[in-house]
Nanobody, 125 residues
Framework: VQLQASGGGLVQAGGSLRLSCAVSGRTFSRYYMGWFRQAPGKEREFVAAISRSGFTTYYADSVKGRFTISRDNAKNTEYLQMNSLKSEDTAVYYC???????????????????WGQGTQVTVSS
């Protein structure tokens, strides 16, 4: 499966961006999906995840209430709506897909087998 992230850019603090991740190669609905981010000099960290059906979502505490993850299984695409952006949200954002039958933890990198190339989000203060 191939993942293509897009939608990053430069935005002022308090602004919004919507990231997209287009998935091709396999049946999209087979995968649970996630977003991670990596700031310069830091480890890649979990941002949000969504179950195969889209009914269950998970968020890092740092983005809860500001970011919304969603998916459109008909379009083979997941989204990350980011509102009230802060300078600390500046990072490269990666989408990820996982196909494990049973997922014990959606928030760890090891649960995901396929990754997109990343899209830069820069928030100016």
């Amino acid at each position: 499966v191939q993942l293509q992230a897009s939608g990053g850019g430069l935005v002022q603090a308090g602004g919004s961006l919507r990231l997209s991740c287009a998935v091709s190669g396999r049946t999209f609905s087979r995968y649970y999906m996630g977003w991670f981010r990596q700031a310069p000099g830091k480890e890649r960290e979990f941002v949000a995840a969504i179950s195969r059906s889209g009914f269950t979502t998970y968020y890092a505490d740092s983005v809860k209430g500001r970011f919304t993850i969603s998916r459109d299984n008909a379009k083979n695409t997941e989204y990350l709506q980011m509102n009230s952006l802060k300078s600390e949200d500046t990072a490269v954002y990666y989408c990820a897909a996982g196909g494990d039958t049973y997922v014990s933890d959606y928030t760890i990198r090891a649960s995901y087998t396929n990754w997109g190339q990343g899209t830069q989000v820069t928030v100016s203060s």
